[in-house]
C-alpha cells in the first residue's frame, strides 16, 4: 500500500492512485483532498456511515469524476480511457440485481461484455460461480436468491474477467454469518492470489478478519493508513473497557484490582463488572490466569470500546 | 505480427462485434421481462384487429349504385331506358316511339361509364382562354357513348361551354391528365360520369384506410407510443435502479453502449411494426378489390408505411432515450413533445404541407415519406377525389382526408429520400447530444 516505488530500472504503477482528489456535492463534501496509492493484496476501507467510503469507490470505478484532484487506474485516467476497466471487478454497495435473469446467465453477459465470445464467457461464469460457491444454484433466478447468495452473485459477476483490482463496497452487509464467513474467505483467497482488493465495512471486526491493511475515511477525510495491529497497538493503550457477565462480580472485581494495569470497576448492573484499563492487551493476556485462580464463572466478556467508533474518537483525539 | 497472430483491426472489430450483440441481446431479452413492453405490444395488437374489423365491415358493404348521368330511366315509359332510346334516334319522351330491338334492361345503364383513368396516352395540350397547359390526352374512353351523341346532350341542354370537347384539348369526348402541379384529370362532359359507385366505394375506403392507418396508426401512434414506453427509459431505468455500473463498469465507451442499447430498441419495435405490417399488408391484400387474388400493387405501400414508422420510432426512440439521460423527468419531456408531434400531425393531414410549422416536427417528415410512394403506388388518387366530389361519389371524403401531396422538392422521389435523410439527420444529431451528455454524466 501507498507505494509508488521508484528506481533506475522500474517505475511500479500503482493500481490505484488518488492524487488530493476532493468530491462535492453542491455545497457538501463527499471527499476531501484524499491522497492514496494501493498496489497489491487486500486493503480494508473503514468508515463511518457517510464517512465517504462509497464516494470514494465510485470516484474509483469511473461514475463520478472528482471535482479536484486525478484518479488513477493503473496509471490512466478511467473518464479519459475505459482500458482499465478490463483489469477491475466492482462489487457496488446496493444489492440491486436483474432478478429474471438466473446468476450463470448474469454473469455470463457481465464476461461477454468483455469481449469474450458466448463460449469463453460461459466456462468463466461457471468457473467463478463455482469459485463464490454458487455452482449449485447457478441456473436459479436471482430474484430467488438470498441476500448472502446475492452478495456472491455480485462478487463473481466482478471476477469473471481475472481482474487485477477488486473493488468491494460493503461485500458483508446484511449477510448471515455463513454467507459472510464465505465471502471472507473469497476475499482472503483472492488476496493470497496477489489481486489489489480494496473491501470498505463500517464494522471493524469484519476488516480484522479479511487484512491488516487498512484505510480509515471520516468526514470526507483521511484519517489515517497503514497497519490495523500498529493502531491497535496504539488504541489498546489508550483508556478501554472490558465487560464481564458473571453473578459474582463484586468478587471478581477485587481479583482484578490487584492487576498492575486495572484502574477501576463499575458494576452497571447485578450481573455486570466494567473494568477499566490503561493496557488492554495485557489486561486480555492475564484474564484466563485471574478468572482460572479466581474459580468464578463468567458467561461472557465483550470489549464495548473494540470497535470503529473507538478508533476513530481515539485518531481524532490525537489530531 | 506472427502468422499465427489475428490483425488488430480483426481483434478489434470482433470485439466490439461480441459486445455490441451482447448488449442488444441483454436489452432484448430486459424488453421480455417487462410489462410495460407486453402492454404495449398488447394494446398494438388489439388496435390493428380492432381498426381491421372496421375495414372487413366496410370491404364487404355494398354500396348501392346509383344512375349519376340519369339515362337509365324510362320518362315516357315504353320500357326503353333514355339511353338506348337515343342510341337508335327514338323520342325519349314519346311512349309510341320506340326502338324495334329488344329492350334491355334498364340497370344496364347504371354505373355503364366508370373511370377510364391511366397515364397512357397521347402528348397533348389544353388551351384555354390563351393558357396552354402540357398534358396526356386519352381518347376513346367514352365507355357509353353519350358525349359522342351530340344531340341528346343538346336535348338535355346540359352541354358546357366547348360541346364535346369540354376540356379543350381539341379532341372530343376525351381525357386530359394534366401533371403541372400534382395530377389534375379533365375529362369532356358525359365522359366518366356514370362511374360504379360500389366499386370506387371499396377503391377509395381501401386507399384511405391504407393511408389514414398508415399516416396516423403506425407511423404517429406506434411511433410516438412504443418508443415512449420503449425507449425513455433506457438509459435512465438503468441510472434509477443503480444497475447501470454493471453494464457500463466494463471496457466499454458509454456512447457505444448507448448505440447498442439503442440497437436493442430498434430490434425489438422494428421486428414488432414489420409483424404487425405483415398481417395488415396480408389481410387487406386478400380483402381489398384487385383484379386477382391478391392486391400486390400495395406491397409497395405498406414497404413505405414500414420505412416510416421505422424510422420514426427511431428518431422518437433516439429522442426519448436522450431526455431520459438529461433528466429523470425524462417520461414528462417525451409527453410534452409527443403533444407537440400530435398538434404537427394534425396540421399536417389538414394543410398537407402547406403549414410550414410542421416542418419542425418528425411526424411531417414521416408522413411525406408515405405520400410520396403513395403517389407512385396509386397515381390516380388525385382523380378519384376529383370524380367522386364532382359525382358526390361515397368514399371520397375519406380518401380526401388522408391523400396527402408530397410537398418536399420537384417531384415524390425526391421527396422521398429528402424525408427519410431529415429524419436519418434528426436521429443522428440527437443521438450525438445523448452521446455526449451520458459520456459527462455522472452516477451518483
Not at chain 1, 41 to 55: E, F, I, P, Q
Not at chain 1, 91 to 113: C, G, Q
Not at chain 1, 212 to 225: F, K, P, S
Not at chain 2, 52 to 75: A, H, N, P, R, V
Request: charged share 20%; aromatic share 10%.
Amino acid at each position: 500500500m501507498n507505494s509508488q516505488n521508484t528506481d533506475n530500472s522500474s517505475i511500479v504503477v500503482p493500481a490505484l492512485m488518488l492524487d488530493h482528489v476532493s468530491k462535492w456535492y453542491g455545497n457538501i463534501v463527499g471527499l476531501n483532498d484524499v491522497s492514496i496509492a494501493i498496489n497489491g493484496g487486500v486493503t480494508g476501507l473503514l468508515g463511518m456511515n457517510g464517512a465517504g467510503k462509497s464516494t470514494l469507490f465510485k470516484l474509483i470505478v469511473g461514475k463520478l469524476k472528482p471535482s479536484q484532484g486525478t484518479v488513477r487506474l493503473f496509471g490512466i485516467n478511467p473518464w479519459e480511457n475505459k482500458a482499465p476497466f478490463s483489469r477491475i471487478g466492482y462489487v457496488p454497495e446496493h444489492e440491486k440485481l436483474y432478478d429474471w435473469m438466473t446468476a450463470f446467465d448474469f454473469v455470463t453477459i457481465m464476461a461477454r461484455l468483455f469481449g469474450h465470445s458466448r463460449e469463453q464467457a460461459e466456462e468463466r461464469a461457471k468457473h467463478v460461480l463455482k469459485f463464490v460457491g454458487l455452482d449449485d444454484v447457478m441456473h436459479k433466478e436471482l430474484g430467488k436468491y438470498s441476500k448472502g447468495m446475492r452478495q456472491r452473485a455480485k462478487i463473481a459477476q466482478a471476477l469473471v474477467n481475472d481482474p487485477d483490482l477488486i473493488i468491494l463496497d460493503e461485500p458483508l452487509q446484511g449477510c448471515d454469518p455463513l454467507a459472510r464467513t464465505t465471502i471472507m474467505n473469497v476475499i482472503r483467497e483472492l488476496g493470497s492470489m496477489g489481486k489489489t482488493i480494496v473491501v470498505s465495512s463500517h464494522i471493524l471486526s469484519e476488516i480484522e478478519r479479511i487484512t491488516e491493511q487498512i484505510v480509515i475515511l471520516h468526514n470526507g477525510r483521511l484519517l489515517a493508513l497503514g497497519n490495523l495491529h500498529a493502531i491497535r497497538d496504539l488504541l489498546d493503550k489508550h483508556p478501554h473497557r472490558i465487560s464481564l457477565t458473571t453473578e459474582e462480580p463484586r468478587e471478581l472485581a477485587s481479583k482484578f484490582l490487584n492487576h498492575e494495569s486495572v484502574y477501576g470497576v463499575h458494576f452497571p448492573s447485578k450481573n455486570e463488572l466494567l473494568i477499566e484499563t490503561h493496557d488492554l492487551g495485557k489486561v486480555h493476556n492475564d484474564m484466563p490466569f485471574i478468572l482460572d485462580n479466581s474459580g468464578i464463572r463468567v458467561t461472557a466478556i465483550e470489549n464495548p470500546d473494540d470497535n470503529l467508533e473507538s478508533i476513530l474518537e481515539y485518531l481524532m483525539e490525537g489530531r | 505480427m506472427s502468422k499465427d497472430s489475428r490483425p488488430l483491426s480483426k481483434s478489434v472489430w470482433s470485439k466490439i462485434d461480441v459486445k455490441s450483440w451482447a448488449i442488444t441481446e441483454f436489452t432484448l431479452r430486459q424488453y421480455q421481462t417487462r410489462k410495460s413492453t407486453w402492454s404495449i405490444a398488447i394494446i398494438g395488437m388489439l388496435l390493428v384487429t380492432l381498426v381491421l374489423l372496421f375495414y372487413i365491415k366496410g370491404q364487404t358493404s355494398i354500396i348501392e349504385s346509383i344512375d349519376q348521368d340519369g339515362d337509365s330511366y324510362d320518362w315516357d315509359g315504353d320500357g326503353y331506358s333514355i339511353a338506348q332510346e337515343l342510341q337508335y334516334g327514338t323520342d325519349p319522351n314519346d311512349a309510341n316511339d320506340f326502338p324495334n330491338v329488344t329492350a334491355l334492361p334498364l340497370s344496364n345503364w347504371v354505373d355503364e361509364d366508370d373511370f377510364s383513368y391511366s397515364m397512357d396516352g397521347d402528348n397533348c395540350q389544353r388551351n384555354i382562354y390563351g393558357i396552354q397547359t402540357e398534358g396526356v390526352c386519352q381518347t376513346n374512353v367514352d365507355d357509353d357513348g353519350d358525349c359522342e351523341r351530340l344531340d341528346w346532350v343538346l336535348q338535355n341542354q346540359l352541354l358546357g361551354q366547348g360541346g364535346k370537347d369540354s376540356n379543350f384539348d381539341n379532341i372530343d369526348c376525351s381525357v386530359f391528365i394534366s401533371t403541372n402541379i400534382g395530377i389534375n384529370v379533365i375529362p369532356d362532359n358525359y365522359v366518366d360520369e356514370d362511374p360504379n359507385d360500389n366499386k370506387y366505394f371499396h377503391e377509395t375506403v381501401h386507399r384511405a384506410f391504407v393511408l389514414g392507418f398508415g399516416k396516423i396508426g403506425f407511423a404517429f401512434l406506434m411511433g410516438i407510443f412504443l418508443p415512449l414506453f420503449l425507449a425513455t427509459g433506457l438509459i435512465r431505468d438503468e441510472m434509477e435502479s443503480e444497475t447501470l455500473h454493471y453494464l457500463i463498469g466494463k471496457p466499454i465507451a458509454r456512447g457505444e453502449f448507448y448505440a447498442y442499447r439503442l440497437g436493442g430498441y430498434f430490434v425489438m419495435t422494428w421486428a414488432y411494426l414489420a409483424s404487425l405490417v405483415l398481417i395488415m399488408n396480408l389481410i387487406t391484400g386478400f380483402i381489398a378489390p384487385s383484379d386477382s387474388f391478391f392486391r400486390f400493387q400495395d406491397i409497395q405501400m405498406w414497404a413505405a408505411i414500414l420505412f416510416a414508422s421505422c424510422l420514426m420510432v427511431m428518431a422518437y426512440g433516439t429522442i426519448f432515450s436522450t431526455f431520459g439521460i438529461f433528466t429523470k423527468y425524462g417520461m414528462l419531456a417525451s409527453i410534452f413533445f409527443g403533444v407537440w408531434e400530435f398538434m404537427m400531425a394534425m396540421l399536417t393531414l389538414i394543410g398537407t404541407g402547406s403549414f410550414f410549422v410542421t416542418r419542425m416536427s418528425i411526424v411531417f417528415w414521416g408522413m411525406q415519406i408515405i405520400d410520396s410512394v403513395s403517389v407512385y403506388t396509386w397515381s390516380d388518387s388525385e382523380y378519384l377525389i376529383q370524380q367522386g366530389s364532382l359525382h358526390d361519389l361515397e368514399g371520397h371524403q375519406a380518401l380526401e382526408s388522408f391523400y396527402g401531396v408530397p410537398s418536399i422538392g420537384s417531384s415524390p422521389l425526391t421527396t422521398l429520400f429528402t424525408s427519410a435523410t431529415v429524419l436519418i439527420i434528426i436521429t443522428s444529431t440527437v443521438f450525438f447530444i445523448g452521446q455526449s451528455a451520458f459520456k459527462r454524466k455522472e452516477l451518483k
